[in-house]
């Protein structure tokens, strides 16, 4: 299971893997209160798009899609997470004040994805006989 948390929550015993999903600290925490397992700077979004999104300048519709292209370019940052996934929870930690609209809950929804296709096998010749819609 993935869940997303804000930083400034409170660690909870049934966090499982905290995993800290930003490229930037978040402000006014200390190392020792976030109780982190990992941190991994390069599955936030790319500078450039954060910035972007943050000005208001791209709708979360079209960051959310942007930022899919980013993770899709790169599994190899975000693979290591579904074996962790596979077998306890995982919390993507992240510091936007946005609870529904941030790369946490896009990298969660992601990764749920990718968990549910491991569970199928993907090759041309496992589709054939179903219908595509």
């Not at 869940?3 to 978040?26: F, H, I, M």
């Not at 450039?48 to 979360?60: A, C, D, H």
């Not at 993770?71 to 529904?100: F, M, Q, S």
Request: net charge negative.
């Amino acid at each position: 299971m993935i869940q997303c948390k804000r930083a400034y929550e409170s660690p909870a015993p049934d966090d499982g893997q905290r995993v800290l999903v930003d490229r930037l600290w978040p402000r006014n925490c200390r190392k020792e209160a976030l109780k982190l397992d990992q941190w991994h700077k390069e599955l936030a979004p790319s500078t450039e798009l954060r910035r972007t999104f943050k000005s208001g300048e791209l709708t979360f519709e079209v960051f959310r899609e942007r930022y899919r292209q980013e993770l899709a370019a790169h599994p190899e940052y975000w693979w290591p997470l579904l074996g962790i996934a596979e077998h306890e929870r995982v919390t993507l930690i992240y510091a936007a004040h946005d609870e529904r609209q941030n790369n946490a809950q896009v990298l969660a929804e992601w990764l749920e994805e990718q968990l549910d296709r491991q569970g199928r096998q993907s090759s041309p010749t496992c589709y054939a006989g179903e219908r595509l819609s």
